[in-house]
């Protein structure tokens, strides 16, 4: 069983930025495909960023692409989303995500991952 724990989350004003931290516990994750999802309350989880096993791809929702990047450490079992000129749009709970088996295409939907952390709040002030 993996489990993830995401941090940095808080309050910002627009155009700020916020640094989210995901680390794991329980067992590594090197070879996970990793990544990001946020969630406003009574809507649906929707995808932010991923990164393959390798740590040399990576892919982003169309709303965050050149504002938000996300990297990892598998040798401390930890990914991270840095995220710049933040707008009140990316207000949400984010979640931070693991794939148990190994992948080699994007992916995109909660259903294709099998680990979650709690979630860490992201409020951007206008």
């Known amino acids: 069983q993996v489990q993830l724990v995401e941090s940095g989350g808080g309050l910002v004003q627009a155009g700020g930025s916020l640094r989210l931290s995901c680390a794991a516990s329980?067992?590594?994750?090197?070879?996970?495909?990793m990544g990001w999802f946020r969630q406003d309350p009574g809507k649906e989880r929707t995808f932010v960023a991923g990164?393959?096993?390798?740590?040399?791809?990576?892919y982003y929702a169309d709303s965050v692409k050149g504002r938000f990047t996300i990297s990892r450490d598998n040798a401390k079992n930890a990914v991270w989303l840095q995220m710049n000129s933040l707008k009140p749009e990316d207000t949400a709970v984010y979640y931070c995500?693991?794939?148990?088996?190994?992948?080699?295409?994007?992916?995109?939907?909660?259903?294709?991952?099998?680990?979650w952390g709690q979630g860490t709040q992201v409020t951007v002030s206008s």
């Open positions: 995500a693991a794939r148990r088996t190994f992948s080699t295409v994007p992916l995109v939907r909660p259903i294709e991952y099998d680990y």
């Open positions: 329980g067992r590594t994750f090197s070879g996970h495909t």
């Open positions: 990164i393959m096993w390798s740590g040399g791809s990576t």
